[in-house]
């Protein structure tokens, strides 16, 4: 399977605390994105970091990505309860036609 | 709204109907791309569009599915024949290249009784 997989499958924490969330894939990737998903709704695309980048910062998120381990991880810091959703990796698997996601990791952040 | 559009947002049918969904992706992006999900599942890849050609289809899309995407514009997914394991989100979403992150959708939910 080309997909990421992401890693805890599901993760409780406080609100004010730090949630961090692994992705890790098997092929040789250009792109990996993270995306967040409401219960029910569309998902929504929070970062894409590139093959050749190491780490990326957003706002309260931080990415980063080791290509010799394939893998990634996705840090939230101070989360709020609105940040409750389940977030996705999604790898290119080395094509720029579409991409592959993981199961996800349900995040509750209780306030 | 420059987002991408999909409609119906719920679709209940009953076995062996067909349905079809339409996707309205943002006007500048030149490709279009279904996915499905199931509940617990991330989403599964079908098909994409660059402008108006069908590039690619995922062997999950048996001969019931049908995707167009005349002139470039909107996109259209029929399902003919419907099973209950069709049941699902399905997930329409846009960019303006791959290296891009994807603008999706709200999705529609289909039930299939």
């Known amino acids: 399977s080309q997909q990421g997989e992401e890693d805890p499958q599901a993760l409780s924490i406080q609100e004010g605390e730090n949630a961090t969330m692994n992705c890790s894939y098997k092929?040789?990737?250009?792109?990996l994105q993270w995306y967040r998903q409401n219960s029910g709704r569309g998902l929504v695309h929070l970062i894409l970091?590139?093959?050749?980048?190491r780490e990326k910062h957003s706002g309260r998120l931080r990415v980063t990505l080791d290509t010799s381990k394939k893998s990634s991880s996705l840090l939230i810091t101070a989360s709020r309860a609105a940040d409750t959703a389940s977030y996705f990796c999604?790898?290119?698997?080395?094509?720029?036609?579409?991409?592959?996601f993981g199961s996800g990791t349900k995040l509750n952040v209780k306030p | 709204d420059t987002g991408v559009s999909q409609d119906p947002r719920h679709k209940i049918t009953k076995r062996g109907q067909n349905v079809t969904f339409r996707c309205d992706p943002i006007?500048?992006?030149?490709?279009l791309y279904w996915y499905r999900q199931t509940l617990g599942q991330g989403p599964e890849f079908l098909t994409y569009?660059?402008?108006?050609?069908?590039?690619?289809k995922s062997r999950l899309l048996s001969d019931r599915f049908s995707a167009e995407r005349p002139k470039g514009s909107f996109s259209t997914l029929e399902i003919q024949r419907t099973e209950q394991g069709d049941s699902a989100m399905y997930l329409c979403?846009?960019?303006?290249?791959?290296?891009?992150?994807?603008?999706f959708g709200s999705g529609t939910r289909l039930t299939v009784v």
């Open positions: 979403a846009s960019s303006l290249e791959n290296r891009d992150g994807y603008t």
């Open positions: 092929t040789s990737i250009n792109n």
């Open positions: 970091i590139r093959s050749n980048e």
């Open positions: 999604a790898t290119d698997g080395g094509n720029f036609n579409k991409f592959y």
């Open positions: 006007s500048e992006h030149n490709r």
């Open positions: 569009f660059q402008n108006e050609a069908q590039l690619e």
